[in-house]
Every structure is written in structure tokens, then in C-alpha cells.
């Protein structure tokens, strides 16, 4: 029994690796009206890779073979900038726009998670 246990333990080690994922959230805090950047840390990005942000289970924006897109939500409508190292630029922030940003990346066949909890506080 202890045999599978670490078995699993070490298949689960090796999971998160090849996949790199992270449950780290990083909380930013904002006043309304502002910009805020989340930056995920990563370099440029390859021709190759693709990146997707969303708001909750909505997807916003995202960047495959380097063409940016950015999905028709109204609540965002011009009001997002994405680059390319993956950061995302929310101009004239609102209250609505408090909440969980993921940026889900595949680089080199690894997919890499950054969380940020925004809270938009009013002026």
C-alpha cells in the first residue's frame, strides 16, 4: 500500500511539471477609473504558442500564430490591450471588472495557469 501511495504521489509531482500548472492567485487592487495591468511574468511570445485570458468562464482575449483577438464581451468593449508577453491592460476600470483573471498559456506543449483576483475599489 505505501508503494502506491508514493507511485501516486510522484505521478502527480511529474503531472504538475510537465503541465505547469499553479493555483497561485496574485490579488491586485485598483480605484476605479484607472488602468491596471496584470503581467504574467513570461517573455515574448513565439509564433507557436497561444494564450487566452478570461473573466470568470469567459473568455476576453487571446493571441494564436501572433494575431491578437479579443472576444465580443461589451462589458470590455475598447477597453483591452494585450501584448506580446502576454500582459493584459484594462483601461478605465469599473466596479464589474472586480473578479478572477486567468491566463491560460501553451508554451512548448506545457500549459502554464496564472490566476489574479482584481478588486476595483470605488473613488
Given amino acids: 500500500m505505501p508503494h502506491t501511495l508514493l507511485s ?44 487566452q485570458w478570461r473573466f470568470g468562464n469567459i473568455r476576453i482575449a487571446r493571441v494564436i500564430m501572433n494575431i491578437t483577438r479579443y472576444d465580443n464581451d461589451e462589458r470590455f468593449r475598447d477597453r483591452l490591450k494585450l501584448d506580446q508577453t502576454g500582459s493584459l491592460t484594462i483601461s478605465d476600470i469599473r466596479n464589474t471588472d472586480s473578479g478572477l483573471y486567468q491566463l491560460s498559456t501553451i508554451i512548448r506543449n506545457k500549459e502554464f495557469i496564472k490566476r489574479f483576483n482584481v478588486t476595483v475599489d470605488g473613488e
Avoid at 14 to 28: E, N
Fill in 8 to 51: 501516486f504521489f510522484v505521478c502527480l509531482w511529474h503531472l504538475v511539471g510537465v503541465f505547469g500548472y499553479t493555483d497561485a492567485v496574485k490579488s491586485v487592487s485598483v480605484m476605479e477609473g484607472d488602468s491596471v495591468t496584470l503581467n504574467p511574468d513570461l517573455t515574448d511570445i513565439q509564433r507557436d504558442e497561444e494564450i
